[in-house]
């Protein structure tokens, strides 16, 4: 058993793989700069211990380990140890690392190579690294599978990221229902092995209808003489390939599932969805959230070259931009009255960021509450009412906190009603829009969490600014 | 089978729910509105029948729905629909609403209910929702308790949040290593029924040290009269209840695992992780770190009184506060400048505004690359240098636009220049502050995620007006 089997222990394999690279570049430093015959031989030695060792520990690694090592790489040395991975485990590697490093990899094999690893893979998981390959490997990769295989690889292929096809694999055991479970036992010993994640066979009949499902576990509990027919379970989660995915991963973590059918309109058995696809998705979605919320586009390689991190930003960093533009030119429509009154140019910000920051809270609340289906149109105006409540006794709050302040700084007392005024308008305004913006972008069919972050900022901005500034123009002067 | 077994289908039974509900007020309010005693038999009738319709779609529906339903109500309908779940269902349904919700419903519940309740669930369940039940139904539950199930309860909740621990229950089933397959199956069949989950059985001696697991796919397809310990698994993943819970998960997610042994420092089996587990733990901790990005302290009820809210949200905001003052202090440095040239007003949040995006990107790719350990010391020095390639680029690239619209809307090229030289700074000081943020909180062995966002935006305001005010103030003035 292995022990202590953590990241620490992952992490121990990166120092040791980086540590074993470091004694590699250094000897070769060294051989580069002297020039006796002799010091290069007893260098070549050492290196020739050094690759050993290297290429031993690569070997006894997991290919999810060995993804994760490669990850951890900057460019240059993650292509040296790319060479020391067995090609039997090359498919295995490409399909656990992330897209960004991916590409990296592929860019440095030959066809011959890379179609040597997706023949390793699953047509489920070929599909998932399709993508990424030059499109004469995906001919040459198509070709050379069998016939049924082939179908499974263009079916894989047409269903969209987001749906439960894309979740969906082909390694499904099927048996008839009438049928003793001595006999499905005994079939299951002439197989010789069963799919990773197998918690049920799929009960068809002659023309693949799915009839229900046989569990393992009634299958182990039962006695041998029982019909298949007398154990299955008739009723049970099934999906369409092109159900929403995020849905599906909802069904799983609600009933606690390993694995569930996936059927075609007329009830056909196509394949099923495990547990570890749907891990994989609820940690990709929830990373692209967090990466949308920070403005990166996709999922970027730790050591990208410098233009590529600057593409994979530069799309949101212009958005920001451009709403910096207009909430500055807002700000220059009063630029008469922050010359009268300067302290007005100190105040604003503090109106516009508080409400960017109670207006993101409720939109946080309101795109989850989306996300679980828990907002019908019954209790909409419910929600609303309650965020207003709540940014209400937040402006009389904080509002009269920041006025009280702003008097005993500027000494002026209207400046600071209008500071207090300002803030519990712009944090209303900041309730009403974080309610209404994730709302409406789901009534257009459009994912809420999506840029709704952005879109309220520049709104409390904007109107923060305007809000403060108008009211001080009519106000104070 | 359940047909269309999604999200969808599960808003149509929330629909039915509150269609139901509001039939029945519907007619409450016109019974109290007359006085007629035949109209109220009448109504007194159809009420019967709605509260039938209800009670049976209720029995119909799994613990988890009815906790998803719940959530979706507003506190006056949840409380009445909560007691038409039946008694053996309540356990369930407590343990799959989330904490704000729990703790309405427990509010709700006299202690004989809770006690009930809890004396469904498992020893590791009833240590999860411990947290919110009064002491003295705690004290009550576990004096029912059988011995070993007392022992389970006191470890279980002995064990911090984020540990193994916490997520380990203890649904397993032993065997000998020393058997045949045959006595193995037989003994399955004795216990008529196995834990949810169940995809190995763990192999033990007789002092219940872990020798190694059998997985059920090994005992399906080998020949019954095989011995255990030719065909158990020896090296394999395990577990110490004081592992840290998010690299278990990583694990999990690494290796495709259904399920883990947990052992004490000697080896000793004490439970298992099952993925379900596994995946609860994954999914709370995205929306507690979604949660932490916009300034909420912890899972709020969708329908949470306005002043538990307030609450929630309150210590985010006052900080938000406390970093926007701090904010307008520098500002109020520079007001002679701002005096003098009212345009510097107009333009600062542009500076500050694209730097606090700019930084965040940075703090989200190294909090990612921090939670997945692959920041070594090795190359902490690389990640900066990209880090610092990246902004200058973006400096220069965004700096150059903005000062050349400064220079077309202010006819200024000085001011060009200075807003350009500003973009130029602060987006390096993003740059840094967003490497240096996330690696200080690690070192210090804090969570990096929390809170970081607050930080690099309170650097880049502060930091972006500092800058690009002081610029001007030398430059121009």
New interface residues.
């Given amino acids: 058993?292995?022990?202590?089997?953590?990241?620490?222990e992952?992490?121990n394999k990166?120092?040791r793989v980086?540590n074993l690279l470091r004694k590699y570049r250094l000897v070769e430093g060294l051989v580069q700069m002297q020039d006796s015959p002799r010091q290069e031989l007893i260098e070549s030695v050492t290196q020739k211990q050094n690759l050993a060792s290297l290429q031993k520990l690569i070997d006894t690694l997991?290919p999810?380990?060995i993804a994760?090592i490669l990850?951890?790489?900057?460019l240059e040395d993650r292509l040296f140890l790319w060479k020391f991975v067995k090609v039997e485990n090359d498919g295995e590697v490409l399909l656990?690392v992330s897209d960004a490093v991916r590409e990296t990899l592929i860019a440095d094999m030959g066809s011959n190579e890379l179609v040597a690893a997706a023949e390793q893979l699953d047509a489920d998981e070929i599909a998932d690294i399709a993508p990424n390959l030059p499109d004469d490997v995906i001919e040459d990769v198509y070709r050379a599978l069998p016939q049924e295989e082939r179908e499974q690889l263009r079916a894989a292929m047409s269903y969209p990221e987001d749906s439960v096809g894309a979740l969906m694999d082909f390694d499904i055991i099927t048996i008839r229902e009438d049928v003793r479970l001595e006999v499905v036992?005994r079939y299951?010993?002439f197989?010789?092995?069963?799919p990773?994640?197998?918690?049920q066979l799929f009960v068809v009949d002659r023309n693949e209808l799915?009839q229900?499902v046989l569990m393992?576990?009634q299958?182990?509990?039962?006695?041998p003489e029982t019909m298949v027919s007398n154990v299955m379970t008739?009723?049970?989660?099934?999906?369409?390939p092109h159900?929403?995915a995020q849905?599906?991963t909802?069904?799983?973590?609600?009933?606690?599932l390993?694995s569930a059918s996936v059927v075609d309109a007329d009830g056909k058995l196509l394949g099923r969805v495990t547990?570890?696809a749907?891990?994989?998705f609820?940690?990709n979605k929830?990373?692209s959230?967090?990466?949308n919320?920070?403005?990166?586009s996709e999922q970027?390689d730790?050591?990208?070259p410098?233009?590529k991190?600057?593409r994979n930003?530069?799309a949101?960093?212009a958005i920001?931009?451009v709403?910096?533009?207009i909430?500055?030119?807002v700000?220059?429509l009063f630029?008469d009255s922050?010359?009268k009154l300067?302290?007005?140019?100190?105040?604003?910000?503090?109106v516009?960021?508080?409400g960017g920051?109670?207006g993101?809270?409720t939109?946080?609340?309101i795109v989850?509450?989306l996300a679980?289906?828990?907002?019908?149109t019954?209790?909409t105006v419910?929600?609303i009412t309650?965020e207003i409540?709540?940014s209400l006794?937040?402006g009389f709050?904080?509002g009269g906190?920041?006025g009280l302040?702003t008097f005993l700084?500027y000494q002026n007392a209207s400046l600071g009603l209008v500071m207090a005024l300002a803030m519990i308008l712009n944090l209303l305004l900041a309730a009403l829009v974080g309610v209404i913006i994730p709302l409406t972008r789901k009534k257009l069919g459009r994912d809420p969490a999506i840029g709704s972050s952005v879109l309220i900022t520049a709104v409390t901005?904007s109107g923060g600014?305007f809000i403060f500034l108008g009211l001080a123009t009519l106000l104070l002067l």
Avoid: C
């Fill in positions: 058993m292995m022990d202590n089997f953590d990241n620490i992952l992490q990166l120092e980086i997991h999810a380990d994760y990850e951890s790489l900057p656990e036992l299951l010993r197989l010789g092995e069963l990773d994640h197998t918690d799915l229900g393992l576990n299958l182990l509990v039962n006695d008739k009723e049970g989660v099934k999906f369409h159900d929403n849905q599906a909802q069904a799983f973590e609600r009933y606690d390993v547990v570890n749907v891990i994989d609820i940690r929830a990373e959230e967090a990466r919320l920070a403005g990166l970027e730790l050591f990208a410098i233009w991190s600057v930003r530069w949101w960093l920001n931009l709403t910096a533009f909430a500055s030119r700000i220059g630029e922050i010359e300067v302290a007005l140019a100190a105040l604003m910000p503090i516009a960021g508080v920051n109670s993101n809270q939109i946080t609340m989850r509450a679980l289906g828990q907002v019908s019954e209790n419910k929600l309650k409540g709540v006794v937040n709050l904080w906190i920041v302040f700084i901005d600014f």
